[in-house]
């Protein structure tokens, strides 16, 4: 897997500072859907490999161009996506990951103005 981006745009729903009512074509309904995007950190390594989670793609994505959430990336690291995690590092790209600014702690933070 290699990422199309590795700077996080600055209208990302993980920031703190950001506004929901900025981020272009944004639908709050296809937001609340991608909760099913979030590892469980509680699962052990063989529950995580069996799960069926899909990354979140940014909402500068176009149907032609999925573009990965740097935010989403960014959480899921700190939160015990082993399966990303392997990912990124075999890919050499983890280190180039740029985010901008304060995080939200939750996927639920994220839905909140």
């Not at 920031?15 to 309904?29: A, H, W």
């Not at 740029?98 to 939200?104: C, M, T, Y």
């Amino acid at each position: 897997m290699q990422l199309t981006q590795t700077k996080q745009c600055a209208n990302c729903p993980w920031k703190v500072d950001r506004d929901l009512s900025q981020i272009p074509g944004y639908n709050r309904e296809n937001h609340q859907a991608l909760n099913e995007t979030i590892a469980n950190p509680h699962l052990d390594l063989l529950e995580q490999l069996t799960s069926h989670n899909v990354a979140m793609g940014c909402h500068y994505s176009t149907d032609e161009k999925l573009l990965e959430c740097l935010g989403w990336i960014y959480h899921q690291l700190r939160h015990n996506n082993l399966i990303l995690r392997l990912v990124l590092m075999r890919s050499g790209q983890i280190k180039q990951l740029e985010i901008d600014g304060a995080q939200r702690a939750t996927f639920a933070e994220t839905l909140k103005d």
